[in-house]
C-alpha cells in the first residue's frame, strides 16, 4: 500500500510559539490530503481538507488563522498551529487519497503528538 | 449534520471468543470504510464496501454493508491477542468527507 510519512512524530513546545508538522505521501501524489486532530480515547476529528494549489477547506469550528495550511506540491502538505497553547496539544493525524482502480483509499500518516506546555 | 455512531464503545472478550462492532449512520452512505488503530498508533486502512448488502472476509474478518447503505459491522471470528485496538468505521458522505464512527476498542484477554 501506498505510504503516508509526517513529521516531527513528537514535540513539545512552550504556551505562544508556532509549530510547523508536515505530511509526505512518499510513493504517489496526492492532490488532496486530509487533517485529523484525535483527543485520547476518542474518534477522529476532521479539521481541514488541503488542496493542492489552492486554499483548505476547513470545517465548522476550526479557526484557519489557528491552524494554517499549505499544499504546496503534490506529495506535501503542512499544517502549522499558530500560537499555541495548552488546549491545542493533541494528536494530529494526516492522510492522503489514492485511487487504486475505482476505489478511492485514505492512507494515514503515523501521527504528531503536540504537547504544549 | 451527518453522524456516524458506533457501538460499543468498548469490549473485553476471552480469547477465542466472538467480537463484533456495529456502525450506523444517520444518512445513505456511498461507501464506507473499516480501520483499525492499535494503542500509540495510527489508523490503518483494513477495507472498503460500496455496495449495497456487500459481505467480505479477511481470514478471522468479516464485513458487511447494509441494504439500505446506512449501516455496516464488522465480525472477527474467534479472538487472538494481536486483535487488540479500536476498530473504526467511517463513511463517505455525500459531500465526499469521510465521517468517523466513535470507535469500538476491543480487549482481548489469553
Known amino acids: ?117 | 449534520g451527518q453522524q456516524v455512531m458506533q457501538i460499543p464503545q468498548y469490549q473485553h472478550v476471552q480469547e477465542g471468543e466472538d467480537f463484533t462492532t456495529y456502525c450506523n449512520s444517520s444518512t445513505t452512505l456511498s461507501n464506507i470504510q473499516w480501520y483499525k488503530q492499535r494503542p500509540g498508533g495510527h489508523p490503518v486502512f483494513l477495507i472498503q464496501l460500496v455496495k449495497s448488502g456487500e459481505v467480505k472476509k479477511q481470514k478471522r474478518l468479516t464485513f458487511q454493508f447494509g441494504e439500505a447503505k446506512k449501516n455496516s459491522s464488522l465480525h472477527i471470528t474467534a479472538t487472538q491477542t494481536t486483535d487488540v485496538g479500536t476498530y473504526f468505521c467511517a463513511g463517505t458522505s455525500n459531500t465526499g468527507k469521510l465521517i468517523f464512527g466513535q470507535g469500538t476498542t476491543l480487549q482481548v484477554k489469553p
Open chain 1, 1 to 117: 500500500g501506498a505510504v503516508v510519512s509526517q513529521h516531527p512524530s513528537r514535540v513539545i513546545c512552550k504556551s505562544g510559539t508556532s509549530v510547523k508538522i508536515e505530511c509526505r505521501s512518499l510513493d504517489f501524489q496526492a492532490t488532496t490530503m486530509f487533517w485529523y486532530r484525535q483527543f485520547p480515547k476518542q474518534s477522529l476529528m476532521l479539521m481541514a481538507t488541503s488542496n493542492e494549489g489552492s486554499k483548505a477547506t476547513y470545517e465548522q469550528g476550526v479557526e484557519k488563522d489557528k491552524f494554517l495550511i499549505n499544499h504546496a506540491s503534490l506529495t506535501l502538505s503542512t499544517l502549522t498551529v499558530t500560537s499555541a497553547h495548552p488546549e491545542d496539544s493533541s494528536f494530529y493525524i494526516c492522510s492522503a487519497d489514492q485511487m487504486e482502480g475505482a476505489q478511492e483509499t485514505q492512507y494515514f500518516g503515523p501521527g504528531t503528538r503536540l504537547l504544549v506546555l
